[in-house]
């Protein structure tokens, strides 16, 4: 595929505040790809490819959740680490109109309203993280402490066990 000088927002963003990044296009014909898959494509350890996901707590409030692409969200330590009873994940209908972006293409950076962002605590030992660049077919790679500080992230232990 090749290469384009298109810039998403999320590209902006990080340019705006001075933050150094890696784009990564990837062929995505088919739509949305799971983080696994994109990772081939891209030739790096999914292990540094993050997926973003959204989630409601008991409360009604809303969480973002950022974990490696090959991991599972444990909903309960989700919830102990925003001080929720519980946690879901929202519908994919209702990703769009709360985030202002699709399945596949949903990045922490630049939602349309900021929500507390938590990253599974294994961020804090890889020294680049890739993360969607808010559009299907486009991932960004950048330092750890990049993102989390342009998110006001924290971390916490949110993946279940490898079996």
Known sequence: MAKT??????????????????????????GALPGTSVAAILGVDPEILYKTLVTRGASKT???????????????LAAKAVGEKSIEMIRQAEL?????YVHGGCS???????????????????DSVIVSAGKIGWQIELAPKDLLALTDGKTAAVITEPV
Do not use: W
Not at 17 to 22: E, I, L, P, R
Not at 62 to 76: A, G, Q, R, T
């Open 62 to 76: 809303n969480y973002v959740f950022v974990i490696p692409c090959s991991s599972e969200l444990d909903l309960k």
């Open 5 to 30: 000088n298109m810039k998403t927002n999320v590209m902006r963003i990080l340019e705006q505040n001075g933050v150094a990044y890696t784009s990564h296009e990837y062929p995505h014909e088919n």
């Open 108 to 126: 922490p950076i630049g939602m349309k309203k900021r929500f507390t962002t938590v990253y599974e605590e294994l961020i804090l030992l890889i």
């Open 96 to 100: 769009l109109p709360l985030t202002g």
